[in-house]
């Protein structure tokens, strides 16, 4: 349970007395499609790791508040944070995609003597959320025309492929967010940060200007790859898993 109530559902795999990597998947997916389906947690358990993912709140099988207060940065990574208390993890390895690697960016800030490095993937510096046309989002949800807005109907869309997905607590997670703390380039954080993003992803250079302020920052351009179907790359597992375990 977090903090304020909010039940959050985690999963481990591999040898819990392995060294620890916590996985924190992006908006609308879950720890089991962003990292088990993907081939992430076979990966990282046979290169002797223990793997504790998360369904992020409004996510999942974790419960989905549909209030935007209950969503800001602040609040993710405290659930984040009382997740690992709760498991007596004092020391552990990150992994993030997307939403998850903005947390991870942030943990990663907030927590220098537990967090010793990171693989944060499809992570932008900015506000990625502030096209998102919130208004026309819940128009649409609740029976309106679909958004004139690119952005906004490709995540909805994608949110609805995902079953099990409560889209008005994803758009009020979404509210919840915009205008809130993002990464900042001239406060980076000191851990390893292998930055990963794929060609095709518009983020790309964002993402690389993230890795080049990082004082141990690394930077991997995943070939052919867009911001949804990164995450399955075989090149991104082989290279996070061994960063991860460096």
């Not at 290169?47 to 209030?67: F, M, N, T």
């Not at 800030?109 to 900015?126: F, K, M, N, Y």
């Not at 807005?149 to 997905?165: E, F």
Request: net charge negative; with cysteine.
């Amino acid at each position: 349970m977090s903090a304020d109530g909010v039940g959050i559902a985690t999963y481990e795999w591999g040898d819990p007395d392995a060294p620890t990597v916590v996985a924190v998947h992006g908006f609308a997916s879950s720890a089991v499609a962003n990292w088990h389906v993907t081939g992430w947690t076979r990966e990282l358990t046979r290169a002797g790791c223990h793997v504790l993912a998360i369904d992020q709140r409004g996510h999942g099988a974790s419960d989905k508040p549909r209030h935007p207060a209950d969503y800001s940065m602040s609040i993710l990574v405290g659930d984040l944070l009382n997740v690992v208390d709760t498991h007596l993890i004092d020391e552990f390895a990150l992994l993030g995609y997307s939403l998850g690697a903005r947390v991870g960016w942030h943990a990663a800030l907030e927590l220098p003597e537990r967090l010793t490095r990171a693989v944060l993937g499809g992570i932008p510096d900015g506000d990625p959320l502030t096209r998102f046309e919130v208004d026309e989002a819940r128009a649409f949800i609740a029976g309106g025309p679909r958004s004139g807005d690119r952005l906004t109907m490709s995540y909805l869309d994608m949110a609805a492929g995902m079953p099990g997905n409560d889209l008005a607590a994803l758009v009020s997670l979404v509210d919840g967010m915009r205008g809130g703390a993002q990464p900042d380039p001239r406060h980076p954080p000191q851990q390893p940060v292998l930055f990963a993003t794929g060609s095709d992803d518009p983020i790309v250079d964002a993402s690389r200007r993230l890795a080049a302020a990082a004082p141990h920052g690394e930077f991997l351009e995943i070939p052919g790859r867009n911001h949804f179907n990164a995450p399955t790359s075989k090149l991104f597992r082989e290279r996070g898993t061994a960063f991860l375990r460096a």
